[in-house]
């Protein structure tokens, strides 16, 4: 903006800020005193905070006005996302650096390969998907922002720290950046990738389990089939709260066509018929991580079970990152009771050098999970 055009927006916004006090003046003259009058506890402010808010929600409209004015003056967000060129939105963090970064990093390589060393105990393979961050995969779109130093290699060391520990971890940029002209792998306006990103990363992962592990069972045929094309609100636009007054200033919403895998016909995934189909009656391989992986929208389970041509079972969650999940289905019946052959753990790379809540797990179990000598030869070399 000019700055011209920047005097006359702050003298608009002086005016509308003038009509907007003239107008919550209404709702004190709407306002009745309740019954009984409550004032040494707080009742009566209470009361008449609940009905000014009602008539008058200046709080939402502050919020809104503020929200538009970082956005159409500087191209900023609230903190959470990251403004980009053409309406990209990125989450900052990919981009912030994360105090105490190194130290988490180190834990978290620890706790990568005691986990790997755990299910080894239960004679399962783990495969680790290590999803690349959207700003690496569309750095066109950044524009001046920069990356700190914690997030420019962090791709790299992490790949290379599992290649020393002898993890099998396939190169996800590598099978993305090439197809990148062939359609949108990640959405405009949320953290996550689409279902056609989704499904190319199900295809590398399958070839890496294929030719690593003959998967127990007959190979069964799914059907992935499109649905229609619908408009979608990205989770990174909760960071700019600019609805309902400046809707029309947001980025436009992203176009989403979310896919559905089912088996072919005359195959069933009924859990009953399991013996039909495995000789072991169990499921060869489990899914665990984060929304990437439990949000149906991107159809990521689906795309799996296709590529793989086998059922699986999905133990990702939304909102825990990918270490506690995984170490949930560490504690669960399902892997004492029922190993698969195969664990493929999705970790998007961001979350290596952030700390996870363990206040759920016990700390001595968490500390010998971390403490193995494979596992501390692997978190001296992050």
Same mark, same amino acid.
């Given at each position: 903006?000019?700055?011209?055009?920047?005097?006359?927006y702050?003298?608009?916004?002086?005016?509308?800020?003038g009509?907007?006090?003239?107008?919550?003046?209404?709702?004190?003259?709407?306002? +009745?005193?309740?019954?009984?009058?409550?004032?040494l506890?707080?009742?009566?402010?209470?009361?008449?905070? +609940?009905?000014y808010?009602?008539?008058?929600p200046?709080?939402?409209?502050?919020?809104?006005?503020?929200?538009?004015?970082?956005?159409?003056?500087?191209?900023?967000?609230?903190?959470?996302?990251?403004?980009?060129?053409?309406?990209?939105?990125?989450?900052?963090?990919?981009?912030?650096?994360?105090?105490?970064?190194?130290?988490?990093?180190?834990?978290?390589?620890?706790?990568?390969?005691?986990v790997?060393?755990?299910?080894?105990?239960?004679?399962? +393979?783990?495969?680790?998907?290590?999803?690349?961050?959207?700003?690496?995969l569309?750095?066109?779109?950044?524009?001046?922002?920069?990356?700190?130093?914690?997030?420019?290699?962090?791709?790299?060391?992490?790949?290379?720290?599992?290649?020393?520990?002898g993890?099998?971890?396939?190169?996800?940029l590598?099978?993305?950046?090439?197809a990148?002209?062939?359609?949108?792998?990640?959405?405009?306006?949320?953290t996550?990738w689409?279902?056609?990103?989704?499904?190319?990363?199900?295809?590398?992962?399958?070839?890496?389990? +294929?030719?690593?592990?003959?998967?127990?069972?007959?190979a069964?045929?799914?059907?992935?089939?499109?649905?229609?094309?619908?408009?979608?609100?990205?989770?990174?636009?909760?960071?700019?709260?600019?609805?309902?007054?400046?809707?029309?200033?947001?980025p436009?919403?992203?176009?989403?066509q979310?896919?559905?895998?089912?088996?072919?016909?005359?195959?069933?995934d009924?859990?009953?018929?399991?013996?039909?189909?495995?000789a072991?009656?169990?499921?060869?391989?489990?899914?665990?991580?984060?929304?990437?992986?439990a949000?149906?929208?991107?159809?990521?389970?689906?795309?799996?079970?296709?590529?793989?041509?086998?059922d699986?079972?999905?133990?990702?969650?939304?909102?825990?990152?990918?270490?506690?999940p995984?170490?949930k289905?560490?504690?669960?019946?399902?892997?004492?009771?029922?190993?698969?052959?195969?664990?493929?753990?999705?970790?998007?790379?961001?979350?290596?050098?952030?700390?996870?809540?363990?206040?759920?797990?016990?700390?001595?179990?968490?500390?010998?999970?971390?403490?193995?000598?494979?596992?501390?030869?692997?978190?001296?070399?992050?």
């Open positions: 903006m000019t700055r011209q055009l920047r005097k006359l702050i003298a608009l916004f002086l005016g509308v800020l009509l907007l006090f003239i107008w919550s003046l209404r709702s004190f003259a709407s306002y +009745q005193l309740p019954p009984t009058i409550s004032v506890d707080g009742g009566l402010a209470k009361t008449f905070e +609940q009905h808010d009602k008539q008058f200046v709080k939402d409209i502050g919020t809104n006005v503020w929200a538009a004015l970082d956005y159409l003056l500087f191209g900023e967000g609230r903190p959470g996302v990251v403004v980009g060129e053409r309406d990209w939105l990125y989450t900052d963090e990919e981009f912030n650096p994360v105090a105490g970064g190194e130290q988490h990093q180190r834990d978290n390589l620890a706790i990568i390969r005691g790997r060393d755990e299910l080894a105990r239960h004679d399962v +393979q783990l495969v680790l998907a290590i999803v690349p961050a959207k700003r690496r569309y750095p066109e779109f950044v524009g001046e922002h920069a990356v700190s130093s914690q997030h420019q290699a962090l791709y790299e060391q992490f790949h290379q720290a599992v290649r020393q520990a993890l099998n971890a396939p190169d996800l590598a099978r993305l950046q090439p990148k002209d062939d359609g949108a792998l990640f959405l405009r306006t949320d996550h689409t279902p056609q990103g989704a499904d190319l990363v199900a295809r590398a992962l399958a070839d890496a389990v +294929q030719a690593s592990v003959r998967l127990n069972g007959e069964q045929t799914y059907v992935t089939q499109p649905r229609a094309e619908q408009r979608y609100k990205g989770d990174l636009t909760s960071f700019l709260p600019m609805d309902p007054l400046f809707s029309t200033l947001m436009e919403q992203d176009r989403l979310r896919r559905d895998t089912h088996p072919a016909e005359g195959v069933t009924n859990p009953e018929s399991a013996d039909a189909l495995f072991d009656n169990q499921i060869p391989v489990a899914l665990v991580g984060t929304s990437y992986s949000n149906p929208n991107w159809n990521f389970e689906g795309a799996l079970r296709e590529h793989l041509q086998r699986l079972a999905n133990y990702a969650e939304d909102g825990q990152g990918p270490i506690v995984m170490l289905y560490l504690n669960s019946d399902a892997l004492e009771q029922g190993a698969p052959q195969v664990v493929i753990w999705e970790f998007p790379e961001r979350y290596l050098p952030m700390a996870p809540d363990l206040s759920g797990f016990d700390a001595d179990w968490v500390a010998t999970l971390k403490a193995t000598p494979a596992t501390q030869r692997l978190a001296n070399n992050p």
